[in-house]
């Protein structure tokens, strides 16, 4: 018989227990990918290959706070601003969702196409868009979501503005990164009764990224020490700004993958030691026949690395092809919008079934290497 013939033979002898190893591990590491793609989602939000020259300009006080709409003329003379447009989310209610079904945000038509260009609209459809102002247009995820299409009313109850909107969808984007937002005229905002024209924010297009720091810099002093005080970010920047608000959801998640890590590793040793065990004889007719500690090192070693290598192949692998094919946005409801298992997760994930596969051998090797031939004959199978 061969070397990894023996191997393979021992670590299949009590077939049950090693079934129920191998599922052990890839259960727990299959956990440990969707916790590692979780966090990296919710703390690196995905973004759009025209992110990196937005700029987004809130109230500084909070994001509840709106700005006057004074401010686009003064934004719009900086130097290597090449649009700037209001952004203010409606917030509003479509029939009977009991939440936000889709968001809803008000902005200047005619700049679209400038701020966020990887829309893809028809220019039909957006003409139309541009000269009828109680008209929208609709990501086709959530067309395809409420079956909606182009001609369809589209009511939206207020929620954070005293007003109603009855819009009428004239246009179905796609190609953004996030196809399922709603886009109206602000001027329903801007002439609502008894409104005062405020918005929600401005986002910024530069006409070069280089000019990122300057720009934002030189918006932030604009306004210092005025009546609504800004702070100017990048779009990434706003992002991340909104993941805080869930609190320390890093540690949170980390204090639960090492958990996970921890009880596997009790877990996989135990099992080990258990089956080193139950061959004590064995190995010490080994040692007999001239086995030195090295060698039965190894094959504890490989035995147990074996193991832990199935188990992640199963584990990772499947958390690859089940997040591979998933429409997370449709499975979470809109919460996240991709679900990427990166190589740098497969590798993170590897590396603790390597330290699995490590870990649980050392104690059957301390074991093995204190007994002596005459106690290893004495024990009992």
């Known amino acids: 018989m061969s070397i990894p013939g023996f191997v393979l033979r021992n670590a299949l002898r009590n077939k049950r ?48 706070s709106t700005l006057p709409r004074r401010q686009r003329v003064i934004i719009e003379k900086i130097k290597g601003i090449e649009a700037v ?30 701020i966020f260009g990887e829309a893809k609209l028809p220019q039909e459809q957006m003409e139309t868009w541009i000269k009828d102002p109680t008209s929208c247009i609709m990501g086709i995820k959530t067309a395809e979501k409420y079956g909606l299409k182009i001609g369809d009313a589209l009511p939206l109850t207020g929620t954070f503005w005293p007003i109603d909107l009855n819009l009428k969808i004239v246009g179905i984007y796609k ?24 918005v929600g924010t401005w986002f910024v297009k530069l006409a070069n990224t280089e000019d990122m720091n300057r720009v934002i810099e030189q ?8 009546s609504a005080e800004v702070t100017a970010e990048t779009e990434r920047a706003f992002q991340l700004g909104f993941v805080s608000m869930f609190g320390n959801i890093k540690q949170l998640v980390l204090s639960i ?25 064995e190995l010490a007719i080994l040692k007999a026949l001239g086995f030195r500690r090295r060698e039965l090192f190894a094959f504890i070693l490989a035995e147990s690395f074996g193991l832990a290598l199935v188990g992640a192949l199963i584990g990772v692998g499947g958390a690859c092809l089940l997040y591979g094919n998933l429409d997370m946005t449709k499975a979470t409801q809109g919460f996240l919008i991709s679900f990427e298992v990166t190589p740098r997760i497969i590798g ?28 290893g004959l004495k024990t009992l199978d």
């Open 85 to 114: 447009t209001p952004f203010t989310f409606f917030g509003g209610k479509y029939k009977n969702d009991s939440g936000f079904g889709f968001a809803q945000f008000g902005l200047d038509p005619t700049k679209l196409t400038k």
């Open 17 to 64: 227990r090693a079934l129920l190893s191998i599922l052990s591990v890839a259960v727990s590491l299959f956990l440990l990918v969707t916790l590692l793609v979780a966090l990296r989602e919710l703390t690196q939000p995905p973004e759009d290959a025209g992110a990196a020259a937005r700029i987004v300009v809130r109230n500084k006080i909070s994001l509840g």
């Open 219 to 226: 918006i932030n002093q604009t306004f210092l020490n005025t």
């Open 175 to 198: 190609g953004s990164l996030d196809d399922r937002n709603v886009f109206f005229h602000h001027r329903l905002l801007d002439e609502m009764p008894g409104g005062n024209g405020d």
């Open 348 to 375: 993170q994930a590897a590396a603790v079934a390597a330290l699995l596969g490590i870990v649980a051998s050392i104690a059957p090797s301390m074991a093995v290497a204190r007994m002596s031939v005459v106690q």
């Open 257 to 281: 993958c090492s958990v996970v890590v921890f009880t596997l590793m009790l877990v996989c040793a135990s099992t080990m030691s258990m089956a080193i065990r139950e061959r004590f004889r």
